[in-house]
């Protein structure tokens, strides 16, 4: 009898009709021929092999070059189970409108049937996705992304328990570009276009949006977060996990180089983008990164803001809408040098200064986890690190102070359930917009968010050793608006002052907010703030919060009557506090 992988194989073939149909088995030999391929369509352009041996560069179209969040949808049988800040269509709708745009979508294509495991091969937190592709470039992205091929095909054996995510490039054109979801099934289809999340359907579509609704049912968490461990002067590491929305710098906190190091405070990666964390039998809660590899964003990065990846990224790396230099290397804007004369832009056209930035701002790197000089020896642990601290935060130009402690549990679901964050280029749409977004999941989570806040609320209890929830922003300006706090690693200032929270021996005042550092208990050794700067990095105006509490409220009652009480307790609760003070 075929397995329902071979089935499910063939009913894709029969719908997209593809010349050829391979199993990949994710060895290095496959790879190469990959690439090779590649190279050949023009696919991949090879880059300095002595300055970057085994490294490449990918241009997408330019209508796709980031997530399509308007062109995604959550296709549940109840709209109310997508809820208000999803698109939703039913499954039979979703499924009549798009299966068209399959059929026949490989013809003269190969089908690549990628096998590949979210987690650890070993961990009982792992999952298994299967994604059909008909774009080479997705499939050696996937490798680096993944525990792909023969590892998965052989956890895997005859089960039918795999997530299986159709995907074809179509005609890349946006019109005919759609990303669903069916989180009852545990099925994803993605047409249309061959960028990032929308194509690696490992990562947001499976490993939050599918794994969100996996994890509400089951009693675990598919969260937006980076791991870290942050090492002590005495060799203790202490695992934070934290939210921050896309292109905010989640990669950069992961990897970071501390400013602390002389006094023995160092940061191990464990992962950069994602968190499936589960409550063990120790009372811990245990995260492990599903995924293999960063698909980081590009600008910016550089030998300040990120040295671990800019090592990780010197060799066997995937780049995907930089520029490209004349002497065969990639650039982007902030990379440490000035733009070298013969510049291609990320369309490869001769780049001009008019022509706007050389790199794509969403331009981006794909490199295996295991490359950084930061990575955690514990990365891969099977039972996941036990996390300390979750931590929440965003862009605010204003409002958000430096960094806060929740007063408890349900207040920090309150905190998370109210991040706010200004727009990036992750994402089609409007740059540098305010907008709402939860837990960094509003893009993420493939179910009514009002149920997510409850499934929050509910896992606190259910955590004996419960993690300390903290919010931080580290894009505070000032009136003239430049960035208040230099970031990258003075962030770890931050960190020591959670840690030190954490092991009861830091100081902090509370606030109608929750606590706030005193000045005294951040260590701001060897940096230039002015006492003045530290107030207002610290500062909450209850002015601004009164607002923003309002703000939060109007953002609520998108929910209804499926808003859990408690987090419409905790706003009534801080708009008092932020009245009468706190007692
Ligand atoms: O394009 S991705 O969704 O993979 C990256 C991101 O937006 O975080
Ligand atoms: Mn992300």
Redesign the pocket.
């Known amino acids: 009898m075929p397995s329902a992988l071979e089935k499910w194989v063939d009913e894709s073939a029969r719908l997209t009709k593809p010349a050829k149909i391979v199993y990949c088995d994710g060895s290095e030999q496959e790879y190469q021929q990959l690439v090779a391929e590649m190279l050949v369509t023009g696919q991949l352009i090879e880059l300095n092999q002595r300055k970057r041996p085994r490294s490449y560069l990918h241009r997408s179209d330019p209508s796709d070059v980031?997530?399509t969040e308007g062109l995604t949808f959550i296709c549940t049988r109840e709209r109310d189970d997508a809820g208000p800040t999803n698109n939703w269509m039913s499954p039979e709708a979703a499924k009549e409108k798009v299966r068209p745009l399959f059929d026949g979508a490989m013809r003269n294509r190969t089908m690549y049937v990628v096998p590949y495991i979210m987690g650890p091969a070993d961990s009982p937190y792992s999952k298994i996705g299967v994604e059909i592709t008909d774009s080479p470039y997705v499939v050696a992205s996937m490798r680096k992304m993944s525990r792909m091929g023969a590892a998965a095909l052989e956890r895997l054996g005859n089960s039918d328990d795999f997530v299986p995510g159709l995907h074809s490039i179509g005609d890349l054109s946006p019109e005919r570009r759609f990303i669903l979801h069916f989180p009852e099934e545990k099925l994803i289809w993605s047409v249309g276009s061959g960028?990032?999340?929308?194509a690696?359907l490992g990562?947001?579509c499976f490993a939050l949006r599918i794994a969100s609704w996996m994890a509400h049912d089951e009693g675990w968490m598919a969260e937006?977060m980076l791991i870290l461990g942050l090492e002590d002067p005495s060799g203790k590491v202490t695992y934070m996990a934290a939210a921050f929305?896309?292109?905010c710098g989640k990669t950069n906190l992961a990897m970071m180089v501390s400013a602390l190091e002389s006094q023995g405070y160092r940061v191990w990666t464990v992962g950069d983008?994602i968190a499936w964390m589960h409550v063990a039998e120790d009372g811990t809660l245990r995260a492990i990164n599903p995924e293999a590899g960063f698909?980081g964003?590009a600008p910016h990065t550089n030998l300040k803001t990120n040295p671990n990846v800019m090592a990780a990224l010197s060799h066997d790396a995937i780049f995907t809408n930089t520029a490209l230099a004349p002497e065969g290397d990639i650039w982007w804007e902030g990379i440490g040098s000035e733009p070298p004369k013969g510049l291609l832009n990320w369309r490869g056209e001769a780049w001009s200064p008019e022509l706007g930035p050389a790199a794509h701002p969403?331009s981006?790197y794909t490199v295996a986890a295991s490359q950084a000089p930061s990575i955690s020896p514990h990365w891969e642990d099977p039972q996941g690190v036990p996390i300390s601290a979750l931590i929440f935060g965003g862009r605010r130009a204003r409002v958000a102070p430096l960094v806060y402690e929740a007063r408890n549990w349900q207040h920090g679901v309150y905190m998370g359930a109210t991040m706010a964050s200004e727009t990036t280029a992750?994402?089609t749409g409007k740059v540098g917009v305010t907008r709402r977004d939860p837990m960094a999941m509003l893009?993420f989570c493939g179910y009514n968010m009002a149920d997510y806040f409850q499934h929050w609320l509910d896992m606190g209890p259910r955590i004996r050793r419960a993690p300390k929830i903290f919010y931080v922003n580290w894009f505070r300006r000032d009136a003239g608006g430049k960035f208040q706090w230099p970031g990258y690693g003075d962030n770890v200032r931050v960190l020591e002052w959670m840690l030190g929270r954490i092991e009861g021996r830091a100081d902090a005042v509370e606030t109608p907010i929750g606590y706030v550092p005193t000045r005294d208990a951040l260590d701001l050794r060897g940096l230039s703030l002015a006492p003045s700067a530290v107030d207002d990095l610290l500062r909450v105006d209850a002015g601004e919060w009164a607002e923003e509490t309002e703000q939060a409220g109007k953002f609520f009652d998108l929910f209804g009557s499926r808003l859990p009480g408690e987090i419409r307790a905790e706003q009534k609760a801080l708009a008092e506090r932020l009245t009468v003070g706190v007692k």
């Open positions: 980031a997530r960028y990032g999340g929308n690696l990562k947001k937006h929305p896309s292109a983008d698909f964003v969403n981006r992750a994402a893009p």
